[in-house]
């Protein structure tokens, strides 16, 4: 008889566990859906405050569309401007200017903007390209032939907590090998990160761990802006068209 009672314990013991354990883990479940639900509203935020679409409209881009073949009453809107090319060593920023009817065409490249679902919508449209990356913002420049081709990609990356987005820091050199591997030889392709305070922060810490990362992305070319710094818009015009 005891036996049994000490068994009847054990079995109710070990179910009391269990619904612990089921209810610590439905807990850390929802903690971790909090986390990233405000992660994302502090993304959103983010990408909004350094959202360029709205000074390109003003120093006059055009809006164009491009139809989804799948769903008709869908569109992707992207930017598009006739600038002057760059020249080495100049010191006026080609998006201040208009394009003028007496410029010659050997000085004129035409340059496009869009951003994450529009991206793929373009290179499908126009390159044939099957892209499977959706970057925040994407600005391309096409020489009047359309034999060469510059792609610069801003990847923006925002938290207030911590988390895993500075590790994704680390992959900046792997991305722009990829995306230039699926775009071939005729495109030179530029990335770039845009940081929020809280990741600048990180970034810039001064241990053997970012330290390395800031030699390594600066060694690789992977430029990386702070969005919430006054002259962030400055910085990402100068980067655009270095």
């Known amino acids: ?3 049994e009672i000490v068994e009847i314990e054990k ?5 009391v566990k269990r619904e612990i354990d089921e209810i610590e883990e439905k807990e850390d479940k929802e903690d971790k859906k909090k986390r990233c639900n405000q992660q994302q509203i502090n993304g959103n935020d983010f990408e909004r405050k350094t959202d360029n679409l709205e ?20 569109c992707y809107h992207y930017l598009v401007k006739r600038i002057e090319k760059r020249i080495e060593n100049r010191v006026e920023n080609p998006i201040s200017s208009m394009a003028s009817s007496e410029s010659s065409s050997e000085t004129m490249e035409t340059m496009v903007y869009f951003t994450q679902e529009c991206f793929v919508a373009y290179f499908g ?5 099957k892209m499977f990356r959706k970057p925040d913002e994407a600005y391309l420049f096409v020489d009047d032939d359309n034999s060469k081709y510059r792609l610069k990609i801003l990847e923006k990356k925002s938290q207030k907590v911590p988390g895993s987005n500075i590790e994704k820091l680390e992959t900046g050199v ?23 305070n809280y990741l600048k922060d990180q970034y810039l810490k001064n241990t053997e761990k970012f330290i390395f990362l800031r030699n390594y992305n600066k060694e690789h070319d992977i430029h990386v802006l702070f969005g919430e710094e006054e002259d962030y818009f400055s910085k990402l015009d100068a980067w655009i068209h270095s």
């Open 174 to 196: 792997y991305k722009k090998q990829e995306m230039q591997s699926c775009l071939g030889p005729d495109f030179q392709v530029s990335y770039a990160y845009c940081l929020c």
């Open 1 to 3: 008889m005891e036996e």
């Open 125 to 129: 449209h126009f390159f044939q390209k």
């Open 11 to 15: 079995v109710e013991e070990i179910e």
């Open 55 to 74: 000074r390109l409209l003003e120093k006059g881009f055009t809006m164009k569309y491009i139809q989804n073949k799948y769903k008709k009453d869908k």
